[in-house]
């Protein structure tokens, strides 16, 4: 599980990069990362609503990202927001393998 959280992880730290400065990187990969970040949204959220639990914010967080990476806008300081989810997945698998 903890491998899973590392990619995981990486990945949201990658599209914070990439809504915080777009023009570092090539279309290609914006609409790489949007869309497996979209797919990990879903399977979040899906996941939570087949175990009753409504209140999945970190999957919101990657729909919202998606949808910001995909459409192509810039929104000042979300970038925030996958950053520190992907800090926070980081933290979580070294604390579960530690």
Do not use: N, R
């Amino acid at each position: 599980m903890s491998l899973t959280l590392y990619v995981f992880g990486v990945a949201d730290i990658l599209a914070g990069a990439m809504l915080w400065h777009t023009a570092w990187f090539p279309v290609q990969w914006l609409h790489i990362i949007g869309w497996a970040v979209l797919l990990k949204g879903v399977y979040s959220i899906s996941v939570s609503v087949w175990s009753k639990f409504y209140f999945d914010v970190m999957g919101w967080i990657d729909l919202l990202t998606a949808a910001i990476l995909l459409a192509g806008w810039s929104i000042p300081f979300f970038w925030a927001l996958p950053i520190a989810k992907g800090g926070w997945s980081l933290i979580a698998a070294y604390a579960e393998s530690a």
